[in-house]
């Protein structure tokens, strides 16, 4: 959209509890001379409601067969969240992330990291003694909440269900 011309403002998730947002989709945009905002990922869904975003964009860790998208824990709360706001909630990955042997996001086991990275800042413990920190990397979005999944071979809305020729790239 920017190297066609639209003036486009993007507003990055933080992507807790690494940064990446932060550290490596802003750094990319800064690149391209795109404007943008970081945001706590907290603040994701209220952007969205408040009317201030058009359209969101998430990468994907995993796509199953039905087009549940396994991503950074929080995804499948933008995808409510544009359900609500009535704006499209899309996936843009590559078609490797495509794994149609697993038949659906029930299938797919969430990484659990450290739970200590939730309960201390800076390597200082912000949550009291004795709390147990849950700590998933990911999350599932259910394919019924992606508007569509665009990869380098096309698009495609999972809701009306996944055409495996057009992400595994298999004639047919």
Known sequence: AWEAGKRVHVYVDETRPLLQGA????????????????????????TILR???????????????NGDTANKVGSVV????????????LVAAPSSTVD???????????EQRDGSEVLSFAGTRTAPEGVV???????????????????????????????????TGIAG
């Not at 550290?23 to 209220?46: F, K, M, N, Y």
């Not at 201030?52 to 796509?63: E, K, Q, S, T, Y």
């Not at 933008?78 to 909630?89: D, E, H, K, S, V």
């Open 100 to 110: 149609l042997t697993t038949a659906s996001g029930d299938d797919i086991e969430i």
């Open 78 to 89: 933008l995808a409510l969240a544009c359900q609500r706001a009535g704006i499209p909630f």
């Open 23 to 46: 550290r490596l989709t802003s750094w990319e945009l800064v690149q391209d001379g795109i404007p943008h905002v970081v945001e706590a990922d907290g603040a994701a869904a209220s």
């Open 133 to 167: 920190g849950f700590n998933p990397a990911f999350d599932v979005t259910p394919h019924d909440l992606i508007s569509a999944v665009v990869t380098e071979l096309g698009i495609v809305e999972p809701a009306t269900a996944l055409d495996p020729r057009i992400l």
């Open 51 to 65: 009317g201030l975003a058009d359209v969101a964009i998430i990468g994907a860790d995993r796509i199953a067969a």
